[in-house]
């Protein structure tokens, strides 16, 4: 029980209901959009859900086992949403071990990615090609060319929900233009710039001890001031695709639920813009961002299926 406790923590469990609303969104546009005859698969919803969950899971013990050997988490001030999990500074894993679970969820999460390519469409692969290099690549290259938030914000965003789509849909034979409807594009967008945003918002604690291993981040290379009004300008462009979504008739009224969650985001912008070098006030907005996140996409969700 205190290995599996252990193993919870390194993997950041907690985190890990983003994929699964991710999914949920994609899911919600296939119930609303799809006009097929085939039923429901709930097999295949199940494999995409483990996929997206083990994508995920990968990317959080490889960005783990570099930040420790680059020596980043040993100067990190963890916080509950930053900074890693604690357990390999504190000899509770081993870097081995992390690296082997790194590997082997990935080699899972892409051998899924590959059966939908094959049972569904070609363009799968491209997915899951770009969620494997993002993976691979984050903290070895991603973060040192500012680049970290925006693949992360494809991969881990408006791409699951866009390929949720295409696996529960598609057939070998689909043609790109009936591939995936425009509502669902823009459906995906506002997910996409979330997950960017949650990033972003949790760089500003790490910023010396990111310097040292390397990072060129945004937070980096802009300073916390301006990359406060970077996670503004995200989310104001973020509530205004929520919005035109609806008024543009691609989805009903009841899309706009998801607008329930901009008085938190409101207050997030607020802290961030004002007291960008206030420890303690960041870690509040951080926590409320977290919320913001998880919540809207859940609501993005609820709101296509009503």
Known sequence: MNRLIIWMAQIRANFLILAVLLVFTGLSTVYKYYTGVEAFNWGHAILITIGVVLAHISVNLFNEYSDYTKKIDFNTTRTPFSGGSGMLTKGLTTPKSV?????????????????????????????????????????????RFMLGELFSGIALGSLVVIGTYIAMTATPDTTLANLVPTPVLLISIPPGILTSLLLLLNEFPDVEADKK?????????????????????????????????????????????????????????????????????????????????????????LGVLV
């Not at 469409?121 to 090609?129: M, P, Q, S, V, Y």
Request: overall charge positive; hydrophobic content about 60%.
């Open 213 to 301: 291993g390397g990072r060129k981040h945004l937070v980096i290379r802009f300073g916390k001031q301006a990359a406060a009004w970077i996670y503004a300008s995200g989310i104001f462009v973020t509530f205004l695709v929520i919005t035109l979504i609806p008024i543009l008739g691609f989805t009903g009224p009841w899309f706009f639920i998801a607008l329930i969650t901009l008085p938190l985001a409101i207050k997030a912008v607020v802290t961030a813009i004002l007291h960008p070098e206030d420890p303690q006030k960041i870690i509040s907005a951080m926590g409320t961002n977290v919320i913001i996140v998880l919540a809207t996409n859940l609501l993005i969700g």
């Open 99 to 143: 690296l082997t679970a790194a590997v082997m969820s990935l080699i899972i999460a892409f051998s899924i990615g590959l059966y939908f390519a094959l049972v569904s469409h070609w363009t799968i692969l491209l997915i899951a090609l770009l969620g494997l290099f993002t993976i691979i690549t984050y903290t070895t290259i991603l973060v």
